[in-house]
């Protein structure tokens, strides 16, 4: 069976310190309480897409710890195939330690673990190939290299999106020229964008990401909602206005709805739609994926075209 999407990123436990304030240098604040999730971008976007009722799996790796366990038992929990998920003997799995005010705002510190040191003679490439989506985000080390070298060799009708993050946001253009070079679908937030393109406009940032022949662009505006464009059509939607507890994962729960909206047919418009829906059901709960919506939940926003 073909999945419809295959996620391709670092796979990480979220240990969340609920704080007064973000504390910033010379500063101290103090934790509320503390709380563990699952995360990793393109995990957070699998276990979206897959509460909307499609056919996933993913392509990464952890280690046989603790931490990788419940990483594993996860996906498997939300219905992610992980038949080609790697697990190291040695080494520690992924953790991001979060730092959340009471406004929402966060702060994050990764430690990577095995995640980069994902081998190229490890990747299952007929995996990566057998699905009509494969979505990439980004790792701290090398392991980009795993990714380029996969995009390499999956067939052609294989549609690629991408959220680089802010670790492959500051890496610049050169550095993620291959990865651009095959991506269908560009999913990126404003602030990423900035680094990427350091002082250019909002239009010229947008002309040169279309240089490297995206079909689709969707630039995330946090509270502002969202920029979606083909190269022709272009649609800057409002937000969801909802209460905030946490904005982990927002933008992966974007990528949930705006991907599943593209690949069931849906305007460009009314998946960026489907794409702040989700994200404002994320925002309202603590976490990355606790408050991902399921497929029953979604309101019925129109017949796909």
Known sequence: MILDVIG???LNLDRIYHVNRIAGADEE???????????????????GLSRLGLETGFLGK???????????KNLEREGVDTSSLIIAQEGRSGVVHGFVDEKGDRALYVDPGVNDELLVKE??????????????????????KAQESVLERIPDDVTVSMDPGMLYAHQGLKKLGKLLNCTDILLINQQELDVLLTGQDFEDQVETLFDYDLKILAVKKGSEGCFVSDGEEHHQIYAFEVPCL?????GDAFNSGFLYGILQGYALKDAGVLGNYVASCSIQEYGA?????????????????
């Open 289 to 305: 994926c606790r408050g991902l919506p399921y497929q029953e939940d979604v309101p019925h926003l129109r017949e796909p075209e």
């Open 29 to 47: 604040s103090y934790i509320i309480k503390v709380s563990e999730s699952c995360g990793g971008s393109a995990a957070n976007t699998i276990i």
């Open 246 to 250: 946490d904005t982990t994962g927002a």
């Open 62 to 72: 952890v280690a046989a710890d603790g931490e990788g366990k419940i990483l594993l």
């Open 123 to 144: 990747l299952d490439y007929a995996y990566a190939a057998n699905c009509n989506l494969l979505h990439l985000s980004s790792f701290v080390g090398d392991s980009i």
């Open 8 to 10: 391709f990123g670092a």
